[in-house]
């Protein structure tokens, strides 16, 4: 169950942030918890004509660099 939108406003001001911050990463957020962000494409692959990298193998390279 994603934050509500309380807990994740004390959660940032918590860590010092406000202003625009707060109010970009609110936009962010609602729109992560509408399924706005939740979009799959063949854009990089059609792009680069590579295959993008999963999260796991992106995280693999950064621990392994």
């Known amino acids: 169950e994603p934050a ?3 807990e994740w406003d004390a ?3 918590a860590l010092g942030r406000d202003g625009w911050e707060l109010e970009s990463g609110h936009t962010s957020y609602d729109a992560l918890r509408a399924g706005e ?3 799959e494409s ?3 692959e059609r792009i680069t004509g590579e295959k993008p990298l999963t ?3 992106g ?3 950064l621990t392994a660099a």
């Open 4 to 6: 509500s939108h309380d």
């Open 11 to 13: 959660r940032w001001r």
């Open 37 to 39: 962000l939740d979009v």
């Open 42 to 44: 063949d854009d990089y």
């Open 55 to 57: 999260v796991a193998q």
């Open 59 to 61: 995280i693999e390279r």
